[in-house]
């Protein structure tokens, strides 16, 4: 009798541990509700609180993910706040001094889920006020890169009440903000008054625009927050493909909801000097943060330095390469070098400064040395093996040449130039040893150029003619032409060039509406939204002639100094960066079509202009309920209707 007593009572307790599993052995419903807060001290709402320690219970085990970059504290704290999940509750601990008659919002966003199966809580915010009263209003809206329009993820975004021009160099924002991947914000527990809105990407957390390294954004618009009662459509899904319901929400609609703050980053004329290197044996490099009039003033310490360099600056002169023309000095490890340069002192002028460096070659002279001897061995035994074979074989190795490159080639357009490139700065260049011809009939006739250096490049030169519609051509440049500034010519070049013929074209004819600035550049991108071809806009159009078939994108930019550049903004001069504007939708261009387009410039807000395909920025993908009781309830045969709180209907 004990025995079966004894069995039975085993046969309860195996029975009672098997349904205590985790998981669905059984068929059961799933878990797909989540985390509801059940209470919190001080309370959500409270008033006159003066505790700075706010602890948040919720009915089950909670996590919170990314709470440096998705939790912002309103108004912007100076000293992090520490903000942790333990078991059931978030606990709050903020570090500054509580001020008087302010409303504190913590805005969680969407970083808490159940600890267990992932169940997303949506966007959550806790509310309290040191004063009688919580200030509920709200201000949304966009930040841009006013380069691209590309939103900008992660950017604080806040309000000034004083309205001055330059408090935001000494004043922090009052309310804040951080954008999401569509670069949207909104700034909650707004009290009434007038604002202006800015963005920073804040380096030195003091909430004010101290760095000119640092992007921004602002705006003389000023806003006074409102609200209205308004509704909108919420879908109840059956299931993945099929409606339950749609039903009217009523809600609080703030005002404004569509503030876009441009952001960009300052040109930065702080100069200093950032590094020099030696990587290549022939050339000694500078960089800097910012141009001068001026290159380096170099002066050789353990070499003789009159007349030993080749200078090649970059167009904005912030990176500069001193060729050295002795290859003496080429072939010297290491060079000890006085060099005097404008930098920017503590008060932002620039005054002379003399640096003593020192430059090593990146791979010493002894083994360059070895590596040609290497070279030198192989093609000996591959000479060998040629004369074992009988085949014909050289004696002399040959000579080195200098390699130009030269581009485009093969198929060209009629607006095209040819670029010719040496990879070393050259000594001389006999024009009368460059040759271009056209093909009539059968036979080349020399045809007239223009052949100058690139402005911007010294190692660079650039030919241009009148390129005829389906016509051949061929570009010749003798032996021994050009010469580079070691001693090395050039072989004999032939290139053959060939002009498309106009039915292998499009055109595209762009009308302009919507804004009256004047000096517009229209440009065409690919699908990586990099600029094809640009010109201005006369009258209200422009005609792009010649376009190659395929898929554009087209953008357009106020060119208010007439520079043919996008040129960004400043603060400090009260400038904002030019404006930009993106076509929404892609353009086809077909060989033989004549495309045109009517653009109205201000017919999208300038958010909703860049189309998605050419967006780098993409939108994060919403955290949603699982929902997987709607497959058990086919399983089932039961029907199953759940909303956005994972509750059954």
Not at 8 to 36: H, I, K
Not at 475 to 487: E, H, K, N
Not at 539 to 544: A, V, Y
Request: with cysteine; aromatic share 10%; charged share 25%.
């Amino acid at each position: 009798m004990k025995k079966l007593i004894y069995l039975l009572t085993l046969s309860c307790c195996l029975l009672v541990v098997g349904c205590a599993r985790m998981g669905n052995p059984d068929g059961g419903w799933y878990d797909d509700t989540p985390p509801r807060v059940i209470g919190s001290e001080p309370a959500d709402k409270a008033t006159n609180v003066k505790a700075r320690r706010i602890v948040i219970n919720f009915d089950e085990f909670i996590k919170v993910a990314d709470v440096q970059s998705k939790v912002i504290v309103s108004p912007p704290q100076l000293e992090t706040p520490e903000i942790k999940a333990a078991g059931k509750r978030i606990i709050v601990e903020l570090k500054d001094t509580l001020k008087d008659n302010t409303t504190y919002t913590i805005d969680f966003s969407d970083a808490i889920s159940d600890n267990n199966e992932g169940n997303p809580m949506g966007n959550y915010t806790f509310t309290f006020s040191t004063g009688s009263q919580i200030d509920t209003l709200e201000a949304a809206g966009y930040v841009l890169n006013a380069e691209n329009l590309e939103p900008i993820k992660g950017i604080l975004v806040g309000l000034c009440q004083d309205l001055s021009d330059t408090i935001f160099r000494h004043e922090p924002m009052i309310r804040i903000s951080r954008t999401d991947s569509r670069g949207h914000f909104a700034v909650k527990g707004v009290a009434p008054g007038t604002y202006r809105a800015y963005a920073l990407q804040d380096a030195d957390d003091n909430y004010v625009y101290s760095q000119k390294s640092e992007m921004i954004a602002f705006s003389h618009d000023t806003f006074e927050p409102s609200w209205m009662p308004d509704t909108r459509q919420d879908t109840i899904w059956r299931d993945s493909l099929h409606i339950a319901n749609i039903v009217r929400v009523p809600y609080t609609h703030f005002l404004p909801d569509d503030i876009t703050l441009m952001a960009f980053t300052a040109v930065q004329d702080s100069r200093y000097l950032i590094k020099t290197e030696r990587k290549e044996p022939e050339k000694l490099g500078f960089f800097f943060t910012y141009g001068d009039t001026q290159p380096p003033v170099l002066r050789g310490l353990n070499f003789d330095s009159d007349s030993a360099f080749v200078v090649e600056s970059s167009p904005k002169n912030d990176t500069i390469y001193y060729w050295l023309r002795d290859t003496t000095l080429v072939n010297q490890d290491t060079l000890n070098i006085e060099a005097q340069y404008m930098m920017t002192d503590t008060a932002g002028v620039l005054v002379s400064k003399t640096d003593t460096l020192e430059f090593i070659a990146k791979t010493p002279y002894e083994k360059r040395v070895k590596a040609k001897e290497k070279e030198y061995e192989k093609w000996l035994k591959e000479q060998e093996k040629k004369k074992k074979k009988g085949s014909s074989y050289d004696s002399i190795m040959p000579r080195k040449f200098l390699q130009l490159r030269i581009s485009p080639s093969g198929s060209i357009d009629p607006y095209s130039r040819i670029v010719i490139e040496s990879p070393t700065p050259l000594q001389q260049i006999d024009t009368a040893g460059i040759h271009l011809a056209t093909k009539v009939d059968s036979l080349f006739v020399p045809l007239r150029y223009t052949f100058r250096q690139h402005p911007d490049n010294i190692r660079q030169y650039v030919l241009t003619a009148q390129w005829q519609l389906g016509a051949e051509y061929s570009l010749d440049i003798d032996s021994a032409a050009v010469t580079d500034i070691y001693g090395l010519e050039t072989n004999a070049v032939k290139q053959s060039l060939k002009v498309k013929t106009e039915e292998d074209y499009s055109t595209l004819e762009i009308n302009l509406s919507g804004v009256r600035d004047t000096g517009i550049v229209v440009q065409l991108l690919n699908g990586s939204d990099a600029v094809v071809r640009q010109q201005r806009v006369s009258g209200n159009s422009t005609k792009f002639l010649y376009v190659n078939p395929g898929k554009y994108y087209i953008r357009a930019f106020v060119d208010a100094n007439g520079n043919n550049l996008w040129d960004t903004g400043d603060y400090d001069a009260d400038r904002q960066p030019e404006a930009v504007y993106y076509y929404h939708q892609e353009t086809e261009c077909k060989a033989k079509w004549d495309v045109k387009r009517d653009w109205d410039l201000a017919a999208q807000p300038r958010y909703q202009q860049k189309p998605l395909a050419i967006t780098k920025q993409k939108p994060d993908q919403q955290k949603k309920l699982k929902n997987r009781n709607l497959e058990r309830a086919k399983q089932l045969g039961i029907e199953y209707i759940q909303d956005k709180t994972g509750m059954k209907l």
